[in-house]
């Protein structure tokens, strides 16, 4: 089962998507993107890691490349998150061009083999589109590819200021 | 207290004096004001907020603060810390609130709290 958490910056998503998968029985695995590299990302990483602290997550690195992973089946997977998933694909070493169907692919693979997999992407469309071109072609193939995981996903939800909003499944 | 929120220019600080009938006059705009106003509108200008001082002050305060976190991710530290700091505020004051309303094109969709608001 798939399950979609978006939200804005520090809106809780996290949290929320944490305790989805948290409250499953079955061996849960947190998929981390994200590519340590300043004391910044260090600092986030850290907190995050306090948040599952004692929850019985088992962390996987995978920046890139999830349809090549063999994620270990019927487990309660937490992937975030989305974006950053899609940026080391699209400016990684494997390139832009099908960046969004490697990750499409990878990210309903790993739904199939999970239990359930919770992706924690971010509400990145309402700041303008005052960006550089090539942030510009990234934010548009991003937003196609999560339409397209919302309409395979049972649930999406919003969470804004740690409030769950449903847009689609069960809440709704 | 009371929270509402909602992107910039969506009408929020309207609503608020439309459903209270208080006058501009009656809204702060900074945190020491705050602390005797019915009102404290643009919140979000005050990422470091210590609301535990101000609700202590003001227990039934109305707060408006602007969503901030709906871009791509700034470049700038500066401007990246200020946004996650407005957005774990908003949680911290969301989580306290007996009532969360976001404002959407003037309109309301009620997050947290019961019924009809006035």
């Known amino acids: 089962m798939l399950i979609l958490v978006s939200g804005g910056a520090s809106s809780g998503k996290s949290a929320f998507a ?9 061996p849960k695995l947190y998929l981390a993107t994200m590519q340590v590299w300043d004391a910044e990302s260090e600092a986030r990483v850290e907190r995050h890691r306090a948040m599952r602290a ?67 992407t971010g509400n990145v469309y309402a700041g ?9 072609a990234w934010l548009a193939e991003l937003a196609r590819l999560e339409r ?24 709704v | 207290m009371i929270l509402i929120i909602g992107g910039a220019g969506q009408g929020k600080l309207e609503y608020v004096l439309q459903k209270t009938g208080l006058g501009p006059e009656q809204v702060a705009r900074d945190p020491e004001t705050a602390r005797s106003r019915p009102v404290f509108a643009g919140v979000e200008q005050w990422p470091e907020l210590e609301e535990n001082e101000l609700l202590a002050a003001n227990p039934e305060i109305i707060l408006i603060c602007d969503e901030v976190g709906s871009g791509v991710v700034p470049a700038d530290p500066e401007q990246r810390l200020r946004r996650e700091q407005v957005g774990r505020l908003c949680c911290r004051l969301a989580a ?14 009620v997050l947290k709290g019961e019924g009809t608001w006035n």
């Open chain 1, 148 to 171: 397209k995981l919302a309409a395979a996903a049972e649930q999406v939800w919003e969470v804004v200021c740690g409030i769950p909003v449903g847009w689609k499944g069960e809440a």
């Open chain 1, 128 to 136: 303008g589109m005052d960006y550089a071109a090539q942030t510009r």
């Open chain 1, 18 to 26: 944490e305790a989805l998968v948290g409250a499953r029985g079955e």
């Open chain 1, 54 to 120: 004692g929850k019985g997550f088992e962390t996987i690195e995978r920046p890139a490349d999830l349809a090549g992973f063999a994620l270990p089946e019927g487990c309660a997977v937490l992937l975030e998150d989305l974006p950053n998933l899609f940026a080391n694909e699209y400016f990684g070493a494997a390139g832009a061009a099908g960046a969004a169907e490697r990750v499409l692919r990878g990210v309903l693979r790993a739904a199939e083999r999970s239990a359930l997999l919770a992706v924690v």
């Open chain 2, 96 to 109: 306290r609130a007996e009532r969360v309303e976001r404002i959407f094109c003037g309109l309301s969709m």
